[in-house]
């Protein structure tokens, strides 16, 4: 049977600052991070186990070696075992491993909070009559686009083709439940008043390793953070940044269960699309999903249609196996989902951020008349993604009780200051909670101490599903401090 | 077309009008709330839309 895989997501902030035009991109995200306060370790991220330029096709790519003394390269590891940090000229929230879609969502969730306390801190320290303002988003609207990358980890016994043919018609089709919506289209792609979403326009390729250029459906970077012979980290670019916990949830629910379904060989022969690059942007540019897509075999189905029939087989996967209970309620959420959109639009404003926002835009064109290039729309489309509780529409729409969650805010608040407890996240946050200052580095797979010896000890966490609450919390009572936990491991520490 | 014929049309195109002004009077109420949600929106926008949302240029992202 199929492992459930290991869930993350990285979000990269779009960033502004107002009254300020020449403000420098990469000094304001590296004020953001270097703002927060709450629950962060002060300490290094290593990059000894990066490599980014790994092929899952089986070769690597030469691309540059991270330099640590980059002055953009500001990181931060908190107390919930995520990383906050600078990546290109944004900041990025990258989410703690997380054992199932509903933990993965809560920390999706917490991002965005966190990001949120940190310009508010940042915005402190800030000129008179400046303002720093973070969007959860992925587009400019102007041709430049930055990511909201997923990562499952599933098994090194799934071959990497299999997972490209079967998972390219399914994320092309998902962007119907998992658009936030975007006002006018970018990239040279055809004029719309209207499309489903942000991300849609950018895609160029079928296959490849690239993240900022010609980006491609199936992302080939085989960099698992964790024991190589035994998981592959499924590096997912093609997806929007989710502000509706409900979308988040079904959108990391779904692959997920389609990942299991592949890797226990239960999906079935692969559907393949013609021309599945075209198809992005032919189902984006489409609010009504009335019109098909040709199929390889030359029949056409449209994207509604397809993402059933991955729902039938998840349906059935999650009826005959003993999984985390969140997979049952993924089920009933991606039904009425996928129920309700055959209705239109409107019927999901409530669930997802394309159609929330849809909702929006065509009231202001009702009410005011306004043309599709009228900067009002724009402005919507865009304040749509701002973090701040006070002026995000988003944050509007939940507060008037039109967007359903599935989390209090208190709820979100617990999940900035602790990591999951099923997963290795667990013993990077708590060891830096109980022993912060002797932790001098870390990264997703590993921990380095210092614990006032003559060498630097280094932890190696290869396996995600240890370092669990259950297999650590008696070697932290045992572990006053960091000398002792290395000494109970059983590591040196002359 | 006989009398009954005729008055089962009258009926039917009798019903179509009431469920028609339903469909309207509902679609009046959605359009009022949306109208509601508009006016509390107008109040938070960026001032200048159309400087704000030149200004937003994001280069440099994945």
């Known amino acids: 049977m199929a492992i459930e895989p290991i869930i993350g997501t990285e979000v990269e902030y779009g960033i502004t600052v107002t009254n300020n035009e020449s403000f420098n991109p990469v000094t304001a995200s590296a004020l953001v991070v270097n703002a927060y306060g709450g629950g962060r370790g002060r300490i290094r991220w290593s990059y000894d186990d ?9 070769f690597n790519v030469g691309m540059q070696p991270i330099d640590e003394n980059d002055s953009g390269l500001v990181n931060a590891v908190l107390l919930n075992g995520a990383r906050l940090y600078v990546d290109h000229a944004h900041p990025e929230y ?14 999706d969730k917490a991002g965005e909070l966190v990001m949120h306390q940190a310009a508010e801190a940042a915005n402190t320290l800030l000129p008179e009559g400046q303002r720093l303002l973070l969007y959860k988003n992925n587009s400019d609207g102007k041709g430049n686009s930055y990511g909201a990358h997923e990562n499952y980890l599933v098994s090194r016994s799934v071959p990497f083709g299999a997972l490209a043919q079967h998972l390219t018609a399914f994320f092309v089709t998902r962007q119907i439940l998992t658009g936030s919506g975007k006002v006018g289209s970018e990239h040279g792609r055809p004029d719309v008043g209207f499309q489903i979403s942000q991300r849609a326009d950018f895609f160029e390729e079928e296959i490849g390793l690239e993240t900022t250029l010609k980006r491609p459906i199936i992302n080939t970077r085989d960099e698992p953070h964790s024991d190589a012979q035994k998981y592959r980290r499924l590096h997912v670019i093609i997806g ?6 409900i979308q988040t949830f079904v959108k990391v629910g779904a692959a997920s269960l389609v990942l299991m379904a592949l890797e226990d060989q239960v999906l079935g022969d692969p559907i393949l699309l013609a021309d599945p690059v075209g198809a992005i942007t032919a189902i984006s540019h489409d609010t009504t999903l009335q019109q098909p897509v040709k199929l390889a075999d030359g029949t056409e189905a449209t994207a509604l249609e397809l993402q059933r029939h991955y729902f039938d087989i998840a349906e059935e996967y999650v009826a005959s196996h003993d999984l985390a209970p969140a997979y049952k309620q993924v089920i009933g959420e991606w039904r009425s989902l996928l129920t309700d959109i055959a209705e239109g639009y409107e ?9 929330a926002k849809m909702t929006m835009v065509e009231g202001y064109r009702r009410r005011d008349s306004l043309a599709w290039d009228d900067p009002k729309l724009h402005l919507v489309d865009l304040q749509f993604h701002d973090i701040d509780p006070d002026k995000g529409l988003y944050h509007r729409l939940v507060q008037a009780g039109r967007m359903r969650r599935l989390f209090s805010d208190a709820e979100v608040v617990e999940a900035t200051q602790h990591a999951p407890e099923s997963t290795r996240a667990y013993f990077r946050g708590e060891c830096l909670r109980r022993y912060g200052s ?6 997703w797979d590993s921990l380095v101490f210092d614990t006032g010896a003559s060498t630097l000890v280094r932890l ?14 008696d070697l932290f009572a045992a572990s006053p401090d960091a000398a002792t936990l290395i000494h109970n491991i059983g590591g040196s520490n002359d | 077309m006989t009398d009954r014929e005729r008055a089962r049309k009258r009926s039917a195109d009798q019903t179509e009008d009431v469920t028609q002004d339903a469909v309207t009077n509902r679609g009046e109420e959605v359009a009022e709330k949306i109208d509601d949600l508009l006016d509390e929106i107008d109040t938070v926008l960026e001032e200048n839309a159309a400087e704000f ?4 240029v994001q280069k440099g992202g994945q």
């Open chain 1, 50 to 58: 990066e490599t980014p330029g790994r092929d899952a096709r089986g």
């Open chain 1, 94 to 107: 990258s989410t703690p491993e997380c054992s199932d879609p509903l933990e993965a969502t809560l920390h």
């Open chain 1, 240 to 245: 929007d940044a989710t502000q509706s916990e």
């Open chain 1, 347 to 355: 019927a999901v404003a409530d669930r997802l951020d394309w159609a």
């Open chain 1, 438 to 443: 002797s932790v001098v580095a870390a990264n």
């Open chain 1, 460 to 473: 190696p966490m290869m396996e995600p599903r240890k370092g669990t609450r259950d297999l650590v919390d």
């Open chain 2, 53 to 56: 949302v030149k200004n937003y």
